[in-house]
Nanobody
């Protein structure tokens, strides 16, 4: 049926940067709007960023605007999340998601990855 797989998580000090990648296996990423979500310990999963299938439209949670950038390379079947100026409150498991709708991908996407852990220390 195909799946999404995240990579690039790790540990970084506050103010540092990380780039997450999301590859699709068995599916063509260019067919989908793509998104990133995160879930911190003890908290609900929350929307982080989304990008339309063409890359022309992007949306961000207020908490990451100006620090995170979502992008995609459909030729490589990959979506990225560049995270700069990381803060301890960004610590979470980050999930890649996909859906046919740019609206739905921000709320209840139909496809999910397994997640990658990002830890930001102060």
């Amino acid at each position: 049926q195909g799946q999404l797989e995240e990579s690039g998580g790790g540990s970084v000090q506050a103010g540092g940067s990380l780039r997450l990648s999301c590859g699709a296996f068995g599916r063509t990423v260019s067919s989908y709007a793509m998104g990133w979500f995160r879930q911190a310990p003890g908290k609900q999963r929350e929307f982080v960023a989304a990008i339309s299938w063409s890359g022309a439209n992007t949306r961000y949670a207020d908490s990451v605007k100006g620090r995170f950038t979502i992008s995609r390379d459909n030729a490589k079947n990959t979506v990225y999340l560049q995270m700069n100026n990381l803060k301890p409150e960004d610590t979470a498991v980050y999930y890649c998601a996909a859906d046919g709708s740019m609206i739905v991908v921000r709320t209840t996407p139909s496809l999910w990855g397994q997640g990658t852990l990002v830890t930001v220390s102060s």
